[in-house]
């Protein structure tokens, strides 16, 4: 159970400190972000922020909240499914203030209340193709214990997704990463890791309820690794960076997300804190690629190499208790043996 504990904690700080360390850069340019704050290798001031100057420094933003959430509830139900997420998300729109804070957007936001006032689930979601889908698989996969199977897994990520984005764009970014995270956290290789993204990324696309006409994740993580691998110019860190925010994008939509973040986990695989540094400076959906290549990282280190000040700043600060979130998904893993 401890080494359980201690796995999903230093996963779950780096989540959270990526987030908050793309907090302030979040939906700038990447050009803006080089001549207003050039290289990040910590926090960065919110007053320089284009979008966020008046969070405090070191806060957390909804891809954190949504996880712990959702967390919460699903080691209290202590099973995973849409009701059991469509309720913990609800109860985080009105306990954390998402819409005056514009931590939801309007189609999520619009999913959920349908759903409140009866509509299918299956049908409420499926308008959902950004990365708010991606962003909460964080909590499917740490509340699914290693050895039950990647079935098991794409059953959890559908059922977190579906209530807001049970789209085809969605359900394959999801489950690439999520099998991805899954395999680090078994301690599989490199190169396991990078055959079951694409395994998940399929088995997303099964379970989506239609095919839409959209770029594909499986497709820019082949790209990107091909590239990564054996071109010298991505060898270098600002003209990778350069090249996925002009090129491939960086904005909100699962397949730029789930690009970025596989990107920079070939770069560093086993390097949180420098991938968390250059997602923050990336551009466009910062806290979002920082949070989940973090987490990545992290899984694969089988730990985090995160300066620990600013681990115990982002707890302190945001009011998180890894340590018992952690136990409370080795306890439900113990309670379904």
């Known amino acids: 159970m401890e080494s359980i504990v201690q796995g999903v904690k230093a996963i779950l700080e780096a989540f959270a400190v990526g987030d908050a360390m793309g907090m302030p850069t979040e939906f700038m340019t990447r050009k803006e972000i080089i001549q207003t704050i050039g290289n990040i290798e ?8 284009k979008n966020h100057g008046d ?8 891809d954190t909240e949504q996880n712990m959430y959702l967390i919460n509830a699903y080691t209290k139900a202590k099973t995973i499914d849409e ?9 985080w729109i009105e306990e954390s203030d998402a819409v005056a804070k514009r931590y939801i957007g309007p189609s999520s936001l619009k999913a959920l209340r349908a759903i409140e006032a009866g509509t299918d689930p299956k049908k409420a979601g499926t308008g959902g193709t950004t990365c708010g889908g991606v962003m909460r698989t964080l909590s499917a996969v740490l509340c699914t214990p ?3 199977g990647y079935d098991t897994l794409a059953k959890h990520i559908e059922q977190c997704l579906m209530s807001t984005h049970y789209t085809s764009q969605a359900l394959e970014a999801a489950c690439a ?3 991805a995270l899954y395999s680090a956290s078994c301690g599989d290789s490199f190169d396991e890791v990078m055959a079951n993204a694409l395994n998940g990324a ?9 095919h839409a006409c959209a770029a594909s994740s499986a497709q820019r993580i082949v790209f990107l690794q091909s590239m990564i691998q054996h071109d010298a110019t991505f060898q270098d860190d600002d003209r990778l960076l350069d090249f996925l925010f002009d090129v491939l994008g960086t904005g909100l939509e699962s397949a730029d997300v789930c690009a970025a973040v596989f990107a920079l986990f070939m770069r560093y695989p086993k390097d949180p804190w420098k991938a968390i540094c250059l997602a923050s400076t990336i551009g466009g959906d910062t806290d979002t690629i920082a949070a989940l290549v973090g987490a990545l990282c992290c899984a694969h280190r089988g730990s985090n190499n995160i300066p620990r000040q600013i681990i115990d700043y982002v707890a302190t600060h945001n009011n998180l208790d890894f340590m018992a979130l952690a136990t409370s998904i080795a306890q439900m893993f113990e309670e379904n043996n």
């Not at 969070?55 to 909804?62: K, M, N, R, S, V």
């Not at 399929?202 to 239609?210: I, R, S």
């Open 202 to 210: 399929n088995m997303g696309l099964e379970l989506a309820p239609y």
């Open 55 to 62: 969070l405090p420094f070191g806060t957390i933003t909804d």
């Open 177 to 179: 990463y999520g099998f």
């Open 83 to 91: 009701p059991v997420t469509t309720k913990a998300l609800l109860a």
């Open 146 to 148: 290693t050895g039950v």
């Open 42 to 49: 910590g926090f960065v001031d919110p007053a320089l922020s």
